[in-house]
């Protein structure tokens, strides 16, 4: 596959989430933005589903269409898959994931992530004993990632780099070498997951996090391992989003997930 055809990603999301579903729920917070929507032909009346996003990091003082989601159609807003304003993309990629979601093939055959370690760390704890002595490449600063460094090498990358962490452009030198790489599916939303995996076509791939759709056809893009998240409790992943709450949306709001490609 070429480095293009990377970037197909985005029209196939909007394809996977065509749909007649209408937003009902509309959240910017300030770490996670989330939507939910209703299915108006789905065999039962009043089926939900909701989805996430990470929120954009430098979101606009005014919004144009602020006040106004809950009169669309989820079909309205996934063409902005396609824009370079980050806040509509992130509402488009959170309402194509609360689509996706519903009555999902994928995330009912992924099996829930249970140990000891916090919850949003779960996902490398999982993965941990494969790790020793892999050259281990992480996309994403996590809160507590730390806990890792007897266990496992890894160099961290990040947009804003603090401590120990490289910038962004590190990813072009780090990530063709490494045998394993932890993908955060926040890229999504800025548009570098495209290149992140065209770098990472010799690794072993973990795409992870709340703005992952649950797509089977991640396989087609070198992705071995989905982590997502299923939304177990709406009304309080509302109230935590809403009140600016970032890795609180782990405790019991949603829950770490994967699959196996």
Request: glycine share 4%.
């Amino acid at each position: 596959m070429t480095p293009e055809r990377y970037s197909a990603v985005y029209s196939l999301i909007e394809q996977r989430a065509q749909s007649r579903a209408k937003i009902t729920d509309a959240l910017l917070g300030l770490s996670w933005s989330s939507i939910q929507v209703n299915h108006p032909d789905a065999a039962q009346p009043l089926q939900t589903s909701s989805g996430l996003c990470f929120s954009p990091s430098e979101a606009p003082r005014n919004i144009s269409w602020s006040g106004s989601l809950c009169e669309k159609l989820a079909n309205d807003v996934l063409p902005w898959l396609h824009q370079w304003n980050d806040s509509e993309v992130v509402v488009a990629l959170a309402t194509a994931n609360a689509v996706i979601s519903h009555n999902n093939k994928s995330l009912k055959n992924s099996q829930l992530i249970v140990n000891d370690a916090p919850a949003n760390l779960c996902v490398f704890e999982h993965f941990a004993p494969q790790l020793s002595g892999a050259n281990v490449a992480i996309i994403g600063r996590y809160p507590g990632l730390e806990r890792y460094k007897s266990q496992f090498n890894y160099t961290c990358i990040e947009r804003r780099p603090s401590g120990d962490d490289l910038p962004a452009a590190a990813a072009n030198f780090v990530l063709p070498k490494a045998d394993w790489v932890f993908i955060t599916a926040s890229s999504l939303a800025n548009k570098s997951l495209p290149q992140l995996l065209w770098l990472a076509r010799d690794a072993q791939v973990v795409l992870m996090g709340p703005s992952l759709p649950w797509l089977e056809d991640w396989a087609d893009f070198g992705v071995n391992y989905l982590c997502g998240v299923a939304v177990n409790n709406y009304p309080l992943l509302h109230q935590i989003v809403a009140q600016g709450g970032g890795t609180r949306i782990f405790d019991q709001a949603v829950s770490y997930r994967l699959l196996t490609l």
